[in-house]
T-cell receptor
Framework: AQRVTQPEKLLSVFKGAPVELKCNYSYSGSPELFWYVQYSRQRLQLLLRHISRESIKGFTADLNKGETSFHLKKPFAQEEDSAMYYCALSGQGNTDKLIFGTGTRLQVFP | NAGVMQNPRHLVRRRGQEARLRCSPVKGHSHVYWYRQLPEEGLKFMVYLQKENIIDESGMPKERFSAEFPKEGPSILRIQQVVRGDSAAYFC????????????FGPGTRLTVL
């Protein structure tokens, strides 16, 4: 079964601390993995995708096929990083539908 | 570019009524997706449409739910005879291409069934 698991509902850190939001997936094949972010009162937006291998707003995520994980990391959290983060996958085929995890709320305290 | 527009933003219906949710994709986008988010859950795929065609409706409930994306005008998600369990946030996303193109999301419509 295709599934995305985000084990933490809430992650609270202080400004300047490292952040790791966990994401594990279950998919038989070669999925594409994404992180979407929703800031307060804003719409869901793409943060990064594994194929682009970019660092966006200081965040990185590496696809680990052996552990079927795609954890999101940032070495030094900022208050403006506080938001809801969703991990998602898109399977093979041409329908593009995204399978989302339940999300992790990141709170960064000053 | 106003992005994906959804209306209404909030919709209240009584049990048994019909709900119509509208989605205007990003200008030039011909691919539309509908997702539903129940409380405390992630977004769940419902249906994928291209202009005038339903491509994948594997996430749509078999009864009472339908979707369309006409040649002209917005995409419509229609829920007939709503029940309390239909209360959720419904999100629309659009993309310019198939094959894992980036999806741009609308602000969502929050449906409350009394």
């Amino acid at each position: 079964a295709q599934r995305v698991t985000q084990p933490e509902k809430l992650l609270s850190v202080f400004k300047g601390a490292p952040v790791e939001l966990k994401c594990n997936y279950s998919y038989s094949g070669s999925p594409e993995l994404f992180w979407y972010v929703q800031y307060s009162r804003q719409r869901l937006q793409l943060l990064l995708r594994h194929i682009s291998r970019e660092s966006i707003k200081g965040f990185t995520a590496d696809l680990n096929k052996g552990e079927t994980s795609f954890h999101l990391k940032k070495p030094f959290a900022q208050e403006e990083d506080s938001a809801m983060y969703y991990c998602a996958l898109s399977g093979q085929g041409n329908t593009d539908k995204l399978i989302f995890g339940t999300g992790t709320r990141l709170q960064v305290f000053p | 570019n106003a992005g994906v527009m959804q209306n209404p933003r909030h919709l209240v219906r009584r049990r048994g009524q019909e709900a119509r949710l509208r989605c205007s994709p990003v200008k030039g986008h011909s691919h539309v997706y509908w997702y539903r988010q129940l409380p405390e859950e992630g977004l769940k795929f419902m249906v994928y449409l291209q202009k005038e065609n339903i491509i994948d409706e594997s996430g749509m409930p078999k009864e009472r739910f339908s979707a369309e994306f006409p040649k002209e005008g917005p995409s419509i998600l229609r829920i007939q005879q709503v029940v309390r369990g239909d209360s959720a946030a419904y999100f629309c996303a659009s993309s310019s291409q198939g094959g894992r193109g980036e999806q741009f999301f609308g602000p969502g419509t929050r449906l409350t069934v009394l």
